[in-house]
């Protein structure tokens, strides 16, 4: 069994900032690519960041500049620090990995739960 979970999120006022976790756990061999998707109220989910097991690393235009994405393998985390936050950045953030579980396994993604993020004064 696998799980993602998310922490980090909560209220901030535009011009501020959060700093987004997702720490796998299970029985995990190798993570390739992490990424961070959001999805606000009515909208499709989106990429926002995603970054590989050799730290190369893809934004959203939307996020360029403002969102950076980091990880740490030997945790097993990824990591989004939020700067410069605006009302339409508000949306519910959910990790996504790709994780291969030993060497039988091709890999799979994982989604993890969620956690909002509401920007407003």
């Known amino acids: 069994q696998v799980q993602l979970v998310e922490s980090g999120g909560g209220l901030v006022q535009p011009g501020g900032s959060l700093r987004l976790s997702c720490a796998a756990s299970g029985t995990i061999l190798s993570i390739y690519v992490m990424g961070w998707y959001r999805q606000a109220p009515g909208k499709q989910r989106e990429l926002v960041a995603t970054?590989?097991?050799?730290?190369?690393?893809n934004y959203a235009d939307s996020v360029k500049g403002r969102f950076t994405i980091s990880r740490d393998n030997a945790k097993n985390t990824v990591y989004l620090q939020m700067n410069s936050l605006k009302p339409e950045d508000t949306a519910d953030y959910y990790c996504?990995?790709?994780?291969?579980?030993?060497?039988?396994?091709?890999?799979?993604?994982?989604w993890g739960q969620g956690t909002q993020v509401t920007v407003s004064s």
């Open positions: 996504k990995a790709n994780i291969r579980r030993s060497t039988y396994d091709e890999g799979r993604w994982y």
């Open positions: 970054i590989t097991r050799g730290y190369s690393t």
